[in-house]
């Protein structure tokens, strides 16, 4: 498949940044990704608007958004009627080797690949590491993913899919690349953005979508406790947890998650890109 790069649909082999690049050298970059559905990526409009509040937050320019819908479209046209997902990557371009940047263009990559569903269920792990609620970039999607790659490894070293976070403060934050709700007695809770958990395109949909979920401080102290957990991202959707940490979970996806996925799929195949 082609990727494209600043400009210009390459082949993938073709598809090259330079080693100076702050992206790579620092992680200084932002990034989207999302699921394509018969050739049309879901929710772009959210995508592009997050992606742009990123850029924002970490001092880069925001890419043309003509452009980048022009890009996601060359991009997507690939997969056909083939799932897949695309992942939209912004960087501050060639730098010096060191946090400050150059004076370099920004490098703007679009790239599709085709995608495998995820199970119904998933099991998940609390990690010993936290997120800093109070990070410069805390709720920012950057490409700055070595926590996540760290604590992803812990999960799967457990036998594990997934590792959640919690925050400095003891609260429950979020997953590596999830946000995670809980049911308890049919109640739908999802940790309050001041978690500093990102304010994920899926979780928002289901909190516009249902709006019997609550957000709500959460500790980790309440996985115990829970009737059901599920997780939120942009490829899985809604997703059920069989199992939190020794704990397994009865007849995931319980009927609460069942009907949240329910709610979420039927809006979704009617409005592709909800605003």
Known sequence: MKVWVNGAMVDRDAATVSVFDH???????????????????????????????????????VPDDTVVRTAVADVCAQLGSNPGRVRIT????????????????PTLVVAA???????????????????????????????????????????????AGEALFANTIGELCEGTGTNVFLVHDGVVRTPPLTSGCLAGVTRALVLAW????REERLTPADLATVDEVFLTSSTRDVQGVAAVNDRQLA???G?????????????????????
């Open 255 to 275: 009927p609460v998650t069942t009907s949240v996925a329910e709610v979420f799929a039927r809006n979704a195949a009617n409005d592709p890109d909800p605003i």
């Open 113 to 159: 690949s085709p995608m495998s569903p995820w199970p119904a269920t998933e099991s998940v792990v609390l990690v010993p590491w936290v997120r800093n609620e109070r990070s410069a970039v805390a709720g920012v999607k950057t490409t700055s993913y070595g926590d996540n790659v760290v604590a992803l490894a812990h999960a799967h070293s457990a036998g």
């Open 90 to 105: 912004l960087t501050a371009g060639e730098a010096p080797l060191g946090s400050g940047r150059g004076d370099a263009e």
């Open 23 to 61: 992206g790579f050298t620092v992680g200084d970059g932002v990034f989207e990704t999302t699921k394509v559905v018969d050739g049309t990526p879901f929710a772009l409009t959210r995508h592009l608007t997050r992606l742009a509040a990123s850029a924002t937050a970490m001092g880069l320019p």
């Open 210 to 213: 249902c709006p019997e979920v």
């Open 251 to 253: 007849n995931a996806p």
